[in-house]
C-alpha cells in the first residue's frame, strides 16, 4: 500500500488525494476547471450499481468530443461511437455532458495533473476500503480507451498491483493489444468490446483467451462462435470471475435503432 507520506517519483509538486491540489488552479486560456472529483460512484449507473463490489468509474466525453477533436477511443467504430453509452443514462443529460467534455479538455490539456489527481483518488479510495476491510473496483475506462494503467505508473509511479488486496481493475477494450499487454496482470482484468468491424479480430481475442463482449438484439443466444454467452447485464465485474466467455449485453438507448452491425441479432447471429 503507498502511504500518505510516500511522493512520486515525478517533480511536479503536486500530490493530488493528499490535499495539494488548489481547485482554482483551472486553466482559463483552455477553457477547463479542475473538478473536485474525477471518479464517479458506480451507483448513479444502472449496470455497475449491480456490482457486487463497491466501484468507482471514471467517465470522460468518448471519441472527439473534446476542444481538441483528438480520438481518445483510437478504435472506434460508427457504430460504437453512435451508440455509445455517452448517449444512454444519466449521459443524456447536458449537464453531465459537459462535466465530462471538462474532465477531457483537462486530460487533453494537462496529462500529468490529471494523472497525479486521478492516482490521488484511487489511492484514497482504496486505503479508506483497506481500513474498512473491503476490497473495491475501478473502472477507469467508462466511457474511453486509453491505457491509464501505463499512465499511472509513468505520471504518478503508481503501479495498481501494489493495490491488489483492496482493488482490482477492469475495463473494456476495442485494441487488441492491451488484451494481450495485460493478459496476465494480477488486479487488472480487460475484456474485448466487439463492433461491426472487428467481427475477426473479437474472435482472435476468443482464441487468445479472452473474454469478448457483444451487444445483442431479441434477446441472447447460448453460445456464438462455440464460445458460452453469458448475462453482461447482471452485473459490470462478471469479467473478473468469468473467463473465456461472450458477455452478451442487450441493445439499449441508440443501440436499438443500430442499422451498422454494431448490434449482432441474437437469433440469426454473424
Ligand atoms: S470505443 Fe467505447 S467509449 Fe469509445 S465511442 Fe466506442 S463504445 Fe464509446
Given at each position: 500500500?503507498?502511504?500518505?507520506?510516500?511522493?512520486?517519483?515525478?517533480?511536479?509538486?503536486?500530490?493530488?488525494?493528499?490535499?495539494?491540489?488548489?481547485?482554482?488552479?483551472?486553466?482559463?486560456?483552455?477553457?477547463?476547471?479542475?473538478?473536485?472529483?474525477?471518479?464517479?460512484?458506480?451507483?448513479?449507473?444502472?449496470?455497475?450499481?449491480?456490482?457486487?463490489?463497491?466501484?468507482?468509474?471514471?467517465?470522460?466525453?468518448?471519441?472527439?468530443?473534446?476542444?481538441?477533436?483528438?480520438?481518445?477511443?483510437?478504435?472506434?467504430?460508427?457504430?460504437?461511437?453512435?451508440?455509445?453509452?455517452?448517449?444512454?443514462?444519466?449521459?443524456?443529460?447536458?449537464?453531465?455532458?459537459?462535466?465530462?467534455?471538462?474532465?477531457?479538455?483537462?486530460?487533453?490539456?494537462?496529462?500529468?495533473?490529471?494523472?497525479?489527481?486521478?492516482?490521488?483518488?484511487?489511492?484514497?479510495?482504496?486505503?479508506?476500503?483497506?481500513?474498512?476491510?473491503?476490497?473495491?473496483?475501478?473502472?477507469?475506462?467508462?466511457?474511453?480507451?486509453?491505457?491509464?494503467?501505463?499512465?499511472?505508473?509513468?505520471?504518478?509511479?503508481?503501479?495498481?498491483?501494489?493495490?491488489?488486496?483492496?482493488?482490482v481493475f477492469y475495463d473494456y477494450?476495442?485494441?487488441?493489444?492491451?488484451?494481450?499487454?495485460?493478459?496476465?496482470?494480477?488486479?487488472?482484468?480487460?475484456?474485448?468490446?466487439?463492433?461491426?468491424?472487428?467481427?475477426?479480430?473479437?474472435?482472435?481475442?476468443?482464441?487468445?483467451?479472452?473474454?469478448?463482449?457483444?451487444?445483442?438484439?431479441?434477446?441472447?443466444?447460448r453460445y456464438w462462435r462455440g464460445?458460452?454467452?453469458?448475462?453482461?447485464?447482471?452485473?459490470?465485474?462478471?469479467?473478473?470471475?468469468?473467463?473465456?466467455?461472450?458477455?452478451?449485453?442487450?441493445?439499449?438507448?441508440?443501440?436499438?435503432?443500430?442499422?451498422?452491425?454494431?448490434?449482432?441479432?441474437?437469433?440469426?447471429?454473424?
Amino acid at each position: 500500500m503507498i502511504s500518505k507520506t510516500q511522493k512520486p517519483k515525478n517533480t511536479r509538486a503536486h500530490w493530488p488525494g493528499f490535499g495539494s491540489i488548489n481547485q482554482q488552479q483551472n486553466n482559463m486560456e483552455h477553457k477547463y476547471k479542475i473538478p473536485k472529483n474525477l471518479l464517479s460512484k458506480g451507483n448513479t449507473n444502472a449496470k455497475t450499481s449491480k456490482n457486487s463490489l463497491k466501484t468507482f468509474i471514471l467517465y470522460l466525453a468518448p471519441h472527439k468530443q473534446n476542444d481538441k477533436q483528438i480520438n481518445i477511443c483510437p478504435m472506434a467504430s460508427k457504430g460504437c461511437a453512435t451508440a455509445c453509452l455517452f448517449t444512454a443514462g444519466r449521459g443524456k443529460f447536458s449537464n453531465v455532458q459537459n462535466a465530462r467534455i471538462n474532465k477531457t479538455n483537462f486530460y487533453i490539456y494537462d496529462k500529468e495533473l490529471f494523472i497525479l489527481k486521478l492516482a490521488g483518488e484511487i489511492i484514497k479510495e482504496t486505503n479508506k476500503a483497506k481500513k474498512n476491510n473491503e476490497k473495491i473496483a475501478f473502472r477507469l475506462n467508462g466511457t474511453s480507451d486509453i491505457d491509464f494503467i501505463y499512465l499511472l505508473q509513468k505520471y504518478a509511479s503508481l503501479n495498481i498491483e501494489d493495490l491488489k488486496e483492496n482493488a482490482v481493475f477492469y475495463d473494456y477494450t476495442k485494441i487488441l493489444g492491451k488484451i494481450r499487454k495485460y493478459k496476465d496482470h494480477l488486479n487488472y482484468h480487460l475484456t474485448f468490446s466487439r463492433a461491426e468491424d472487428n467481427n475477426s479480430v473479437s474472435i482472435a481475442a476468443l482464441n487468445d483467451g479472452a473474454n469478448v463482449s457483444i451487444v445483442f438484439r431479441d434477446g441472447l443466444p447460448r453460445y456464438w462462435r462455440g464460445y458460452k454467452v453469458i448475462d453482461g447485464d447482471t452485473s459490470d465485474i462478471l469479467m473478473i470471475y468469468n473467463k473465456n466467455v461472450v458477455l452478451g449485453l442487450k441493445a439499449k438507448g441508440d443501440a436499438k435503432k443500430d442499422k451498422t452491425g454494431f448490434v449482432v441479432d441474437a437469433v440469426n447471429p454473424i
